[in-house]
């Protein structure tokens, strides 16, 4: 049943303390998950339900008491470069040059110079940064920084791929285009990925299976499968596709019911 | 005229305008500066003893150095070469001292900056030891190590080490905890993360307590030499101005300034335009 489950997570839960009341706060509430090879999941909820929280537990930055969550069968202690994690702000190192930005994971991982080169260039070419090669990132867009980010993660070559909102500070525009692209690489190099989003239309446009965490403490509400081959999934096509307005509108009405919830309580 | 007119252009093309502009309004205090110390050799205002004639301050130069036969003994440090041996024995402090002292106060500046049981126990004695200033310490060191090399190095070391760390430290807490955690999340090791995001993420802030300890640092030798020591700039100044030579105490001022301002100029500046310049996070007039 769990064969080639690259994510298992089964009975989490996780209280921590409030910074300033001291009060034990309930964040998440017996999360069950799977992810397969080659799946894209994406995780959708009000803000504050403790989606943050999970990603940051299966990245191995939070420590976790209640439950198991396994990687490759490996239980999850602390980070480790089989989970990749593309940050919301710009976690790529400004005094990296982009080459070295891209080639961190397997400098780190003392991959002999040669091979990391050619494999930086080939992620550079995937995602589009050629001719930006030698540039720090002050002197590249917000979209370009986000890109980078991607592609470092993308280079290190983890099990799982976990991507914490990283579209989220990026202008419509280019998060539109970093979408496609996001889709574009995903078919070019077949990853497993857990993608957490507050906004609805990008869960149902990037995800396999879009899953909505009910308000704090968080808890898996539903699950929704969303199935559209990969290769159809670019902007101007979704927007007409009745799967994809579809499960965008059922999302949309589970997360508004969740808000409303929340302002009655 | 055309020549003229050529020659300006082509030193505009060479450094900038901007530049140009910013060299000539600074220098202009200066030159006023030295108009106003030659008129009064020729008006008199104040005594030769006083206030020596530039001439005098030039020949200083060459009159503490007449009985030095060489650059090769110069170098070796002759008897002799009056002049140069304070100039050497000043700068071989400050450069012993920063050798010592900087890698100290930056190492525990990270540790510190990084954890928190380390910082407090050591953030408030920074304090306290920031708080005196570094000359205070002078009577007690000369009682410890009485008057020589040792108190002065001691003076400079405890001024450089605090600064540093105190420095360090607040670099080091400021550095955004989502690049700590990518390096984290790539595999990166303890000494991955001080070495590649602390060390480099807090090289602003030890830019700015580099050029705080050169500059407390420097002012605590001169006065150290003063006091506790038996060679360097400070101390020519000193045993110059009880012997009523003050061409040679002016002389001693301004190498102290010409050294300062080139250490900062080739040693500070340079080390700013190749890190935090490079890596954009020095906030620029656009």
């Not at chain 2, 009577?139 to 070391?157: H, K, N, R, S, Y």
């Amino acid at each position: 049943m769990t064969g080639d489950a690259k994510l298992i997570v089964q009975g989490l839960s996780h209280h921590y303390p409030d910074e300033y009341t001291g009060e034990s706060v309930h964040a998440l509430q017996d999360i069950n998950l799977q992810i397969h090879d080659n799946e894209f999941v994406t995780i959708v909820g009000p803000s504050g339900c403790g989606k943050t929280t999970f990603l940051n537990i299966i990245a191995g930055l939070l420590p976790y008491r209640e439950g198991r969550a396994m990687v490759d069968g490996v239980e999850i202690k602390g980070p480790g470069p089989d989970r990749g994690v593309v940050f919301q702000e710009h976690a790529i190192l400004p005094w990296r040059t982009v080459n070295r930005n891209i080639g961190h994971g397997l400098e780190l991982r003392k991959v002999p110079k040669a091979e990391r080169e050619k494999r930086v260039q080939e992620y550079i070419d995937l995602v589009g940064l050629s001719g930006f090669e030698e540039r720090y990132p002050h002197e590249l867009s917000g979209g370009m920084k986000q890109r980078v980010a991607v592609a470092r993660t993308l280079c290190a070559d983890p099990v799982i791929m976990l991507m914490d909102e990283p579209f989220a500070a990026v202008d419509a525009q280019t998060r539109i285009t970093l979408q496609d692209e996001l889709n574009r690489v995903v078919m070019a190099t077949r990853r497993t990925i857990l993608f957490i989003t507050h906004s609805v239309e990008e869960a149902a446009f990037l995800g396999d299976r879009c899953i909505v965490f009910s308000r704090r403490p968080g808890q898996i509400k539903t699950e929704i499968k969303i199935d559209i081959p990969r290769e159809e999934r670019l902007w101007k096509d979704m927007v007409n596709n009745p799967k994809f307005t579809d499960a965008r509108d059922e999302i949309l009405s589970l997360v508004r019911s969740e808000v409303t919830n929340d302002d009655n309580s | 005229m055309t020549a003229i007119n050529e020659f300006s252009v082509a030193i505009q093309r060479r450094f900038g305008r901007q530049k140009i502009r910013k060299f000539v309004l600074g220098s202009i205090p200066f030159i006023l500066l030295i108009v106003l110390w030659h008129m009064n050799s020729i008006f008199l205002v104040f005594e030769p003893v006083e206030i020596p004639p530039i001439a005098d301050v030039w020949g200083a130069i060459f009159w503490l150095q007449s009985d030095c036969p060489g650059v090769f003994a110069a170098i070796e440090g002759h008897n002799g070469c009056q002049l140069t041996n304070h100039v050497s024995s000043s700068v071989g402090r400050v450069i012993l001292a920063m050798v010592v002292g900087v890698p100290l106060g930056i190492g525990f500046g990270i540790l510190a900056g990084m954890n928190r049981v380390i910082s407090a126990y050591l953030e408030p004695i920074g304090v306290f030891m920031n708080s005196v200033s570094g000359i205070a310490w002078i009577p007690l060191a000369i009682v410890w190590f009485g008057v020589g090399w040792e108190t002065t190095l001691f003076i400079m070391l405890n001024t450089i080490f605090w600064l540093l760390f105190f420095n360090t430290m607040m670099g080091v807490r400021a550095v955004p905890k989502v690049l700590v955690q990518g390096v984290q999340t790539m595999g990166g090791s303890k000494l991955d993360v001080i070495l590649q995001v602390y060390l480099p993420g807090s090289m602003t802030s030890i830019i700015t307590g580099l050029r705080m300890s050169m500059g407390f640092g420097w002012r605590a030798l001169i006065a150290a030499e003063m006091i506790g020591g038996d060679s360097g700039l400070g101390f020519m100044i000193f045993v110059s101005a009880q012997e009523f030579k003050t061409e040679e105490v002016f002389l001693g001022v301004i190498l102290i300034s010409i050294i300062f301002l080139a250490t900062d100029r080739w040693l500070l500046v340079p080390l700013e335009k190749w890190t935090i310049e490079r890596w954009g996070l020095v906030w620029k007039p656009t």
